[in-house]
């Protein structure tokens, strides 16, 4: 039976959280008085139909990028498609790597144009999209393991910068992961790329054929899991420095190129209590972790 | 696609996704999950959970997955459905839950118990236009007759399943088999039945049937000829001629009434098929998958040639379905061939609007119980001023915290969505007799008047959540069970 969609205030009476199927949004807004109410019907409003429009083009969602994409109809399904295109020629991916940080976007659209908010957020697991109205900021806490809540570093995005995304991709998430990050953080123009690109550079983090990592094909678990027969990472043993830093940076060489096709703003790896960032210039980097064993600023442009 | 799925996995229907799952896991939601081969949400007593505040569809509920944090139920945003509470059959015994609490400064009583339902049945409303079997035929599953054919209505066909005669009234292995018919359309499964002389469905409560095979996925905006009268204004001045291709009654815009009023010209435009009045075509085509619920997928394969010297170099021609699913655009060459071009976004709209207004083909069950007999002698020692009392509308009758619609006249029978009931909230007895929650709230002190089992009546707050309990979100869409009755009609 069609469990139906929930919509109701969280007990604190200021945020909204709507919840669907596998989709859990925590929304918050800032605005005059009237404005915040008007965007959080706009929101649920926009919200109960997205589970079954995906749904509706899930086989070709779940197949590989690139295939179908333009007979993809719904706008959600089109901005996940258009999300993981920029890598569709060097690995495989499908556009369900990038559903939360789309959902998210579309249910924030929905808000900001029905009403007049100075900032807005809506957190889809992690994967979040943001508005900023002109001198407006946001402090984003960053989560060493998604599973443990203990802040490991914190950015702040101001509305002059080009950031309106926010993804975290690890293999503790609640998404099947190629690789081992615990966590990796990206920022980005919007949520559905860093959703995207969080997929691609958590995977890319990885000590191919090291015995102390689990790894089992993604159908023995989930039988209709888009990753179909690719091993997805279910645990990691105790690495040493060494392999830690070689982990890391098979992710950061992903990273930077990432950075320099612009597709990202910032990234930071998370693997057992090392940290790297990888930014453009000090615009994210000044703020980023604050006690990491191991921090690398990279700059790749000014 | 079920024949390849492994044993020990699952589907789960709770959402669209419908992710198979495997044994001890779960699916993407992190809320279903497969225990042993049974798709699982443990629900095992429901207490229904209300929004704080007045006229808002929020409603604060325990975080799934986060312990019991100690406290106690807060009292009158808390209801106690009946499911999984249990019955004090043969029910000279108090019910099992007497509640009161107190809403907005009214004390309120809610007996809650699980009903035996020997006289029970569901109304099933199948949105199809596909003819499912002639009025008064047997519906049958498993080969056991479970009910009948009843009414056609505007776009559905009404079947009547279950009642008391073949539920003990015919053998054993038929009132087994209805039992188990209706307990699955009311827990929300699929059923498979077939029709004397007729179609065979596959249907469950909110979701398109299954003809013959054939999903029904929207009601048509109406039949071929219906669309041209909505829509002729729409279309008039910006196309020439428009055909609304349907296996029942296929449209012709130029010919129709309505294109007639508006004063379009002739197009020489000649049809395949029956004419039955001007501008309306029977049989056209073949039943089938194709445009309009005919086997076509070509639509120029109904046309004729055009008629010269009627018809005319560059005229435009829209093909458009009844569901507004397939359409296709022409305008005609030099000899008088129609060629396919892009549809004009002039024409874009109405073809949208046409797909807008086709509403999803789905089954709805209602079930329909009568309550009337010893189950009220669990709620008051004398039975028949519970009666009266619902019939005053003194007392409020749910099934699972869903509103239920009570049938004027004597008794307590009454009907209810099963989709506005909690999942598998229905069960069964070897009787046969189907089990369903129902739960009576009235004010405190009518509850005494009435003879209610006053000394068995204990406060929500004596309640506490454990592991033989579960919290769980209202519905917005029902009204909140506890609100004090006012007087006036039946609530719905």
């Known amino acids: 039976m069609r469990d139906p969609a929930i919509i109701r205030l969280l007990p604190d009476g200021l945020r909204l959280h709507l919840h669907d199927g596998p989709i859990d949004l925590i929304i918050g807004a800032d605005g005059e008085a009237g404005e915040v109410g008007k965007a959080y019907e706009a929101a649920a409003r926009r919200f109960v139909t997205i589970l079954d429009e995906l749904c509706e083009e899930l086989p070709l969602l779940r197949a590989a990028a690139g295939i179908g994409a333009k007979r993809l109809r719904g706008v959600v399904a089109q901005r996940m498609a258009a999300a993981v295109m920029p890598y569709a020629e060097h690995c495989f991916i499908t556009p369900m790597a990038a559903v939360a940080g789309a959902v998210a976007e579309e249910v924030l659209g929905a808000m900001i144009s029905a009403a007049v908010l100075s900032r807005a957020y809506v957190n889809n697991g992690g994967d979040i999209a943001l508005h900023l109205a002109p001198g407006e900021s946001f402090r984003i806490g960053m989560v060493e393991r998604p599973d443990r809540a203990s802040l490991f570093g914190s950015a702040t995005i101001e509305a002059w910068q080009p950031v309106r995304g926010i993804a975290t991709s690890g293999w503790r998430g609640r998404s099947f992961s190629l690789g081992i990050a615990d966590a990796v953080t990206i920022l980005a123009d919007r949520a559905a790329m860093a959703d995207a690109a969080a997929t691609i550079v958590a995977n890319a983090v990885d000590l191919p054929g090291h015995a102390g990592i689990t790894r089992v094909a993604a159908c023995e678990i989930a039988p209709d899991n888009d990753l179909g027969q690719r091993l997805v990472t279910r645990d990691v043993g105790k690495l040493t420095g060494e392999e830690t830093k070689q982990g890391l940076t098979s992710g950061t060489g992903v990273a930077l190129e990432l950075l320099s096709q612009g597709l990202i703003h910032a990234a930071a790896l998370h693997l057992q209590g090392c940290t790297r960032v990888v930014a453009r210039g000090n615009e994210f980097a000044a703020s980023m972790p604050l006690e990491v064993a191991e921090f690398v600023r990279s700059a790749v442009h000014a | ?492």
Not at chain 2, 54 to 75: A, I, T, Y
Not at chain 2, 420 to 449: C, H, M
């Open chain 2, 1 to 492: 696609m079920t024949s390849m799925m492994p044993a020990d996995t699952v589907r789960c229907d709770a959402c669209p996704v419908l992710c198979y799952i495997k044994r001890g896991q779960a699916g993407a939601c992190d809320r279903y999950a497969n225990h042993e081969g049974q798709l699982v949400r443990v629900d095992p007593h429901i207490l229904l959970d209300r929004a704080v505040s007045e006229g808002q569809p929020l409603v604060p509920f325990l975080e799934s997955g986060h312990e019991w944090d100690g406290k106690l139920m807060r009292g009158a945003e808390t209801f106690v459905t009946a499911i999984g509470a249990g019955t004090t059959y043969p029910d000279y015994k108090p019910a099992p839950f007497i509640i009161s609490s107190e809403v907005e400064g009214v004390d309120m009583v809610t007996v809650v118990t699980e009903g035996i339902f020997s006289y029970c049945g569901v109304k099933l409303k199948i949105d199809t236009d596909r003819h499912l079997g002639p009025e008064r035929n047997l519906v049958r599953a498993q080969g056991e007759p479970v009910g009948h054919v009843t009414t056609g209505e505007y776009g559905s066909q009404m079947l009547s399943l279950g009642g008391v005669h073949h539920l003990t009234g015919g053998t054993k292995s038929e009132g087994r088999v209805t039992c188990e018919t209706l307990l699955n359309l009311c827990n929300g499964k699929e059923v498979e039945l077939t029709i004397d002389d007729g179609a065979k469905v596959i249907v469950a409560a909110g979701k398109p049937p299954i003809v013959n095979g054939q999903r029904e996925e929207r009601m048509r905006v109406g039949c071929g000829s219906a669309t041209i009268g909505m829509f002729a204004k729409q279309w008039f001045g910006k196309v020439d001629d428009v055909v609304v291709v349907d296996d029942h009654i296929t449209g012709v815009l130029s010919e129709h009434q309505a294109g007639k009023l508006l004063g379009v010209p002739d197009t020489g435009i000649r049809i395949k098929g029956r004419r039955s009045t001007p501008g309306r075509y029977f049989q056209v085509a073949q039943p089938g998958m194709g445009w309009g619920g005919t086997d076509i997928e070509d639509p120029l394969t109904i046309l004729r040639a055009f008629k010269p010297g009627v018809a005319w170099p560059k005229l435009r021609l829209l093909m458009v379905s009844t569901t507004g699913e397939q359409y296709a655009y022409f305008e005609l060459d030099e000899k008088l061939q129609p060629v396919e071009k892009d549809l004009p976004a002039v024409l874009r709209e109405s073809v949208a609007r046409i797909k807008e207004n086709c509403e999803p083909a789905l089954t709805t069950v209602l079930f329909m119980g009568g309550a009337g007999g010893s189950l009220r002698a669990g709620v008051t020692e004398n039975p028949v001023r519970l009666t009266r009392s619902v019939g005053l509308n003194l007392t409020r009758v749910t099934c699972g915290g869903a509103p239920v619609y009570v049938w004027p006249g004597g008794g307590i029978t009454f009907m209810v969505d099963v989709t506005r009931i909690p999942a598998n909230a229905f069960g069964y007895v070897p009787t046969p007799a189907l089990v369903a929650p129902i739960e009576f709230t009235l004010r405190k002190e009518d509850y005494g008047s009435l003879g209610g089992h006053m000394d068995y009546v204990r406060p929500l707050s004596s309640l506490k959540i454990s592991s033989q309990q579960r919290q769980m979100p209202s519905r917005p869409e029902n009204p909140w069970p506890l609100k004090p009755t006012s007087t006036g009609g039946t609530q719905q």
